[in-house]
């Protein structure tokens, strides 16, 4: 951080205005004179405590989770995350606290109704289940879109969208650490989505914006602010909520987030999707009215303290509740950046939701919205092993070797920190007393991809692409 830092004066201008000149004083003084915290979401699937798994993580550890995620925790001091083999296979994910606010979505997600598209027959149960389909519209780098995975519920569809071509490649390889195999990664316009007649139950429009919770992390982003900025990107993101409304279901929830700080790019987006859509704010905390045609949602989570995080919690931790129930996390009141927040729920039109149900063009995905784990190694609908139906000449697939899905189809060896991280610089490992061919190798029993053991050399089967350059 330099020695001084300048703000704009319509940036504080704008700022007083969205939350009054005492609060603003507050924010202000935050940015110009506090660093930044520092803290990880931990992969509630891979993560384990007081294991290899956070053993580097262990010293820098402050102790105190993030209050409104279960699965946040504060850092006292930053470690070498790149040295650290559990992120490379998913274990946590850094990420900036306050953008961890997704939590409070998880009772939403649990209890949201999926539209008649989203049906599916279950050969098992002999009996139609729901799994909602969930949409990150504006995903890259991916921790929210990792964070939705970890929270909806068992069985359902997320896609994570990314407009920029060139952003794409680091949205994937962070979906593919993650694990989860029920997540497509697509490249399209928010037009696109409702123009090729696709439907989501939950969309999350993380809007590009002009940044001004990025102040303190990236001082650089103060010299790119200004005030037309806000005017482009508040245009830019009204566009965006428009274009992609008709591919969220009737009685579906959208919930939109900047880490911005003005009126202009937060609430006034609200408004105006309100006044227009007849889009329904839906309070976090329940206090105010959920569509009667649906379940009243946080009714069902009142006496649910495990997934609940109550408005006295939010109270205490910083949260300054704003318009239409939305949320405004700033610094100075909570220990994290800037974030605006806010969820709101599309009108249940039974007409519409009945000319849906007629047709199944909604229950696809168009072909170039792909899986990333190989379909080959991921299906679990024929019952011959895949070492039994596929050549063992075949190589693997790297993603599969990260996957939650991961059944053994090859032999799995565990690698010391060491062998790790030169396994991940893409080095030669030899192996002794292990089975010729191809083998999985983990760490902390996470995988981290595939080698081929000739037995005097193993081939290092780790893409190019995720090979990490620094000397250890």
Known sequence: MPTKMILPEKFKEYLQEAIGSDNASV?????????????VRTNPRKWARDGVVDSHLSKSLSGNPVPWCKDGLYLSERPVFTLDPALHAGAYY????????LSLLEPFLRELPASKSAQQFSPVAGTLHSSIKLLDLCAAPGGKSTHLASIMPKGSKLTVNEVIRTRVGALRENIIKWGYPDIDVTSLDAAEFPRRGYLFDFILVDAPCSGEGMFRKDPDAILEWSEEAVKLSASRQRRILSDIWDSL????????????????????NIE?????????????????????NRRNI??????????????????????IF????????????VKGEGLFFALVQKPDDKETDKQLSVGNKHDAFPQNISGIFNQKQKSRKDSKSLSQKYSQTEVPDYNYALSLD??????????????????????????????????????GGLGLGFVKNLGTRANNLLPMNHRIRMQF
Not at 249 to 268: K, Q, V
């Open 406 to 443: 991961y059944a053994g189809e090859w032999p799995s060896v565990e690698l010391s920190k060491e062998d790790a991280l030169i396994y991940l610089s893409r080095g030669t490992i030899k192996f002794t007393d292990q089975p010729l061919g191809y083998l999985r190798v983990t760490y």
């Open 322 to 333: 704003s318009d239409k129930c939305s949320l405004r996390l700033l610094p100075g009141f």
């Open 272 to 292: 105006w999707l309100i006044d227009n859509f007849k889009a329904e704010p839906v309070d976090l905390f329940g206090d105010c009215h959920f569509n009667t």
């Open 27 to 39: 924010v202000i003084s935050a940015i110009l004179s506090c660093e930044p915290e520092l803290s």
């Open 94 to 101: 850094v990420q900036e606290p306050s953008s961890m606010i």
């Open 249 to 268: 279901s009737p009685g579906g929830l959208l919930a939109y987030s900047t880490c911005t700080m003005n009126r202009y790019e937060d609430e006034n």
């Open 298 to 319: 946080t009714e069902n989570f009142q006496n649910n303290q495990s997934l609940r995080f109550s408005k006295e919690d939010a109270e205490k931790a910083g949260i």
